[in-house]
């Protein structure tokens, strides 16, 4: 079993920068890749930034430039950068960790607050 837990969410005033973290326990061994997906209030949840393994990255083209995807495997924690915030970036973030065998399986993370004023 994987289990993930979201840290450093909070309150920034727009053009404010936060870093959260993402740390993982349990058999991460078996994690390919892992993910930040944001959820607003009416909207569905998206994907943000993805990392893999390998430290290959991927971003939604909303956040390009202005986020930064790391991970420490010593730790088994992912990072998500957030820099020259907007008010349109608030949401609840979830980090998601992914199993690929025979099948994908997601493990999620409870959620962190971001909310950026204006």
């Known amino acids: 079993q994987v289990h993930v837990v979201e840290a450093g969410g909070g309150v920034v005033q727009a053009g404010g920068s936060l870093r959260l973290s993402c740390a993982g326990s349990?058999?991460?061994?078996?994690?390919?890749?892992m993910d930040w997906d944001r959820q607003a209030p009416g909207k569905q949840r998206e994907l943000v930034a993805a990392?893999?393994?390998?430290?290959?990255?991927n971003y939604a083209d909303s956040v390009k430039g202005r986020f930064t995807i790391s991970r420490d495997n010593a730790k088994n924690t992912v990072y998500l950068q957030m820099n020259s915030l907007k008010p349109e970036d608030t949401a609840v973030y979830y980090c998601?960790?992914?199993?690929?065998?025979?099948?994908?399986?997601?493990?999620w993370g409870q959620g962190t607050q971001v909310t950026v004023s204006s």
């Open positions: 998601r960790a992914t199993e690929t065998t025979l099948i994908k399986s997601y493990y």
């Open positions: 990392i893999t393994s390998s430290g290959s990255t």
């Open positions: 349990g058999s991460m061994f078996r994690i390919n890749a």
